[in-house]
Each structure stands twice: as structure tokens, then as C-alpha cells.
């Protein structure tokens, strides 16, 4: 309650009245799936003006619902929201490297003709392909008509994803994409190397010939459009992505960053070298890229990376692709450690977490080394027997204190 004043009678009634509006505002916001059928409908004609058939339209939208927790993940990033080391060691580890090089050895022919037209190195290829869908294995489950569609009629971005709708229908009716082949993530991404539908549009190629555009069944077409994509964004085959430095002690970050892009004399002249301690050469501009901080890896990228970037706007993103890439061609791990005490899990490392956990007691689903939310609750219940910050993260000592405590 609320005294004369406007003041909360006390903390605990304060609670409660926050709980009780945030409930309230809650029911107020929660979609109505009644909105959703008059919503179709009236998207038909926006469709239509977009290229769609009026026809095609119709039968493709027969029998759509919405799906309403596709509106959940609107505001979740793992590129934005987990931290580096974690991010990176789930991406780039000895198992993807390994599938990646197998991979290059398989697609040896296509991946040559791929760069011969493109100019755009196997091993950057091949790296989106492992990150975007782990080599074809994991293309994301939600039919793309359902997840769009619902975008289109509920919570923010809706001009947005109308667009990734209309165009998903344009795939499907032009016959490049069946529809039942038409999974993907939730926000509308799919194939080899998850497109969105309006990228396809603009960028897909038919590169085994068969006269259709289909980043599902056909791998040359996935890896020639990836190619297409980095070409157009502004990949240079003469030129790296970057590579990592070594910052002088005492170094100041003030000038760091993707986009503040300084000649490499710039930055030799304030004491960066490479990692080896050899000093830089060669012309170029570079921008000082510091994911975890002036203590953690430090790169100087070029325009190859904001090519990369352009292809999912994270950073952490670019970064990902651009060191597995170097792993697929015999690099190493990066040179510099993490500044944390608490390093980031191998997807081998996170089934062999989950494998104790399920010995624990604990109903997890499936040991497939993804933390998702059953996983996440377990590992708050074993912190807290263990007397370790609860947090749901699984690093180094979580693993370690299962280990050892079995």
C-alpha cells in the first residue's frame, strides 16, 4: 500500500505492489493468438505488392499459427550476453577444427572453384559454415513461415521481420526451397550457412547448375553464396583479416576499436609489434580490436574482418570466424590467455559436464553439449552444493569440482 505521501508503507509491501503491476502489465502485454489470423490476412496485399502471388500467398499461409515463444529469444544475443572466453571456446575447439579440415579435404574441388570466381579463401568458407550450422549438422528446427509470420504480427521489429516473411514466401514460391525444407532459427535464418530470406534473395547462387538457388540440399550452392556474400561485403583475397599484437605495458586504450582504423606505422610508432614480438610490416590500415580489455588478446584488424562482420554484427562473431579460419590452416590457439581464472568449456568439455550432471541426478534431456535451460538449472543446484557462486555458467572450476567430487 501506498500512504497520503505516495510513499510505500514498507519493503516488503513494495515488493509485493511491484510484483502485483508487473503481473498486471504483463497480462496487459501477453499476445492475443486471436490477432493472429485477422493479422495474416491482412498482410496479404503488402505481400502481394512485394512479388508474392496472390495464389501462392493463400495456400502458404493455409493453416499458419503463431508461435508465440519465438517472441522470448527477440532480446537474447549469446554474441552480446556471453562472456568472450565462453563464446569463443564453444565455437573454436579441436573438434570443429578437425571437422573443418575434413571438410575442406571433401569440398577440395568445389571450394577451388568457389575462390577462383569469388576470390574468397577456402578456410573463411568453411569457417562460417562450422559456426553457422556445425558442417550442415544443426540447421535450426522451427519452420521459418511460423517464426516470421508471428514476428510480423507481435512484439517490436514487426516492419522488420513482414519483410524476412514476405521474401521466405517469395523462396518458396519461386521453387528454390521447398517449404517442409524451410527450418531454420527462430529469427528466420536457414541452410548450410543460414541466410536470412532477404540476404538469399540478394546474394544466393546456383553453383551446381541444377537452375535453383538452395542453400538446404546443396552444399556447392551454400559455400559459393557464403563466398558471394563476402565478396560483396568487401573481401580482399590480397589481404588478412589481422592477426594478433602484443600491447606495450602501460599502453593507453583510449584509441581502440573495429572502426577507428590507423595506419600500421600509427601503430608501431606506439609500441604495438606482432604477437611474436617481431616488429609490424607492410602498408594498410588497421583498427585495435580488445574483446575482453587492454589485459586480454589484442588484434589489429582490416577491412576483411568488417567483411566478416557484416555477416552477423558482433564482433565477437567476426572474431570467431576469422581464428577458426586461421586454426583450419594450421594456426594455434591464440597467443595471449583470457583474463580470467575461470576459462570457457570445449563443446567436449560441456557434454563431459552434462554426462556428470546426469549422474548426479539431474533430468537434463540430451548430453549434446548444449547448456541450455535444464542444463543451466542443474549446474545452479550443483553450485550451490558446492559452495560456488550460483550463476547457472559452466567454466574450468565447475568442471573441475564435479570432477573431483563424484
Known sequence: MIDVRGRLKSPLQGVALALLLASAAHAADAPDPARFAPCVAELKAAAVARGVSPAGYEQLTAGLAPDLKVLDFLDYQPEFRTPIWDYLSGLVDDERVADGQAMLKTWRDTLAAVAARYRVDPATVVAVWGVESN?????????????????????????????????????????????????????????????????????????????????????????????NFLKKAGWRDDEVWGFEVRLPAGFDASGAGRRNKQPLATWSARGLTRIDGSPLAGEGNAGLLLPAGAKGPAFLVFRNFDAIYGYNAAESYALAIAHLADRLRGGGPFATPWPTDDAGLSRAERREVQTLLVARGHAIGSVDGMLGDASRAAIRVEQQRLGHAVDGRAGQKLLRALKENR
Not at 157 to 183: C, N
Not at 203 to 217: I, K, N, S, Y
Open 135 to 227: 558442417f550442415g549438422r544443426n540447421f535450426g528446427s522451427r519452420p521459418l513461415l511460423t517464426s516470421l509470420s508471428t514476428l510480423s504480427c507481435y512484439g517490436r521489429r514487426q516492419a522488420y521481420f513482414r519483410g524476412e516473411f514476405f521474401d521466405a514466401l517469395k523462396i518458396v514460391d519461386a521453387g528454390d526451397v521447398k517449404r517442409e525444407q524451410l527450418t531454420g532459427s527462430w529469427a528466420g535464418a536457414f541452410g548450410h550457412t543460414q541466410f536470412m530470406p532477404s540476404t538469399f534473395l540478394r546474394l544466393a547462387v546456383d553453383f551446381d547448375g541444377d537452375g535453383r538457388r538452395d542453400l538446404v540440399g546443396s552444399v556447392p550452392d551454400a559455400l559459393a553464396s557464403t563466398a
